[in-house]
């Protein structure tokens, strides 16, 4: 099953823990929002790790099903890819 999960987290370390989670299961496509392909075992995985790291009285993560029919009909506008600054990069 394909996911968009959005998260808000208000304390930076927290912050830095589920975008490193959500980056073991799918691809950042903004700044706060990842796409995951899981299976239904990888999912519980994935929101089982997120939820030991949040807070949830200050916290809010997302999980969003994506089905075929709406991945068909996403539209960008724009690049549509997401350049994270704070990945490595090489200057050539």
């Known amino acids: 099953m394909r996911y968009l999960v959005v998260y808000d987290i208000c304390d930076s370390k927290r912050l830095y823990r589920v975008a490193k989670i959500l980056k073991d ?3 950042r496509v903004q700044k706060s929002k990842f796409e995951v392909q899981v299976s ?3 999912f519980q995985a994935m929101y089982s790790r997120i939820a030991e ?3 949830a009285d200050e916290d809010g993560v997302k999980y969003i099903p994506l089905c075929e029919k709406c991945q ?3 539209e ?3 690049l549509g890819e997401f350049v994270d ?3 490595d990069f090489q200057v050539l």
């Open 25 to 27: 299961y799918g691809e």
């Open 40 to 42: 239904a075992s990888s």
């Open 53 to 55: 790291v949040i807070d």
């Open 85 to 87: 600054p704070d990945a």
């Open 76 to 78: 960008i506008i724009g």
């Open 72 to 74: 068909a009909k996403t």
